[in-house]
């Protein structure tokens, strides 16, 4: 896993180098996850979009966070919009941050709501990293839709799920940028919620919400079915993203 250090976003990371259950470790460069794109600098867009061959860009936040902070749109790199969330939902409900079982049965719910938008984008990678081109997801955090979608996907490919949680407590590690730049935004605000302090994240968060899926959705790969996405689809995804410990 390898945290990029960007001028405009605080949140970007490589899910490549993560060991499954195989004995095989998938593959860097090709899958990337982060926060909201829309202050990336000249740097930014040449090491992202150029050096790392980024060619999709994939934006699960709501229509109305886009109206604020527009998607970032860059020649020769495709953005999709997947939201996860129902419009109207950001910050006019309370959300609960301070048990991680408790977050992590509104992640389950989050995943539910947005099944066709996860099933969107694991397809859509997919068929990205088929063709050996880079694909980066992200929200406007990087860390709850973002990592619910993350945990999904690497889940699927029998990533070990310590390591998956590992990579979801990577978000904290600009945690205090992160939490200003929710703060600059309205949107994230009400009299329930407020952005300024976000708490750190939690590995026994992810590790609940992953058993709760077990438990309630068939495991991962069960739901992505569900949801829509081939058997066909998971098993070469799985053999393009997983690097054989053979």
């Known amino acids: 896993m390898r945290i990029l250090e960007l001028d405009g976003a605080w949140n970007v990371r490589d899910l490549g180098g993560l060991p499954t259950g195989t004995g095989g470790r998938t593959r860097e ?22 050096q790392l ?3 999709l860009v994939i934006d699960l936040r709501t229509q109305e966070e886009q109206l604020i902070h527009p998607p970032v749109s860059i020649p020769g790199v495709q953005t999709l919009n997947f939201s996860i969330l ?6 006019r409900e309370p959300f609960p941050v301070a048990f991680p079982s408790d977050l992590a049965r509104v992640y389950v719910k989050n995943l539910t709501e947005g099944a066709a938008a996860v099933a969107q984008t694991f397809e859509a990678i997919a068929a990205e990293v088929a063709g050996g ?3 980066l997801f992200h929200c406007a955090a990087g860390r709850d839709r973002t990592g619910v979608t993350a945990a ?39 009299e329930n919620h407020t952005a300024d302090d976000v708490p750190p994240l939690q590995a ?23 949801a829509g996405v081939s058997a066909e689809t998971i098993r070469k995804f799985t053999a393009d993203f997983v690097l054989s410990g053979d």
Request: proline share 3%; net charge negative.
């Open 204 to 226: 026994e968060t992810i590790e609940s919400f992953l058993g709760l899926v077990d438990v309630e959705l068939g495991g991962s790969v069960n739901f992505l079915r569900s």
């Open 152 to 190: 999904i996907l690497l889940d699927a490919v029998d990533v070990d799920r310590r390591e998956i949680a590992v990579d979801y407590t990577a978000s904290n590690h600009h945690l205090s940028q992160v939490s200003k730049r929710l703060a600059e935004n309205p949107i994230y605000h009400n």
């Open 29 to 50: 460069g090709l899958v990337w996850r982060g926060d909201a794109l829309h202050r990336l600098s000249p740097r930014d867009r040449d090491l992202l979009f150029g």
């Open 86 to 91: 129902p419009e109207g939902k950001i910050g």
């Open 133 to 135: 081109a880079g694909a």
């Open 53 to 55: 061959g980024i060619r």
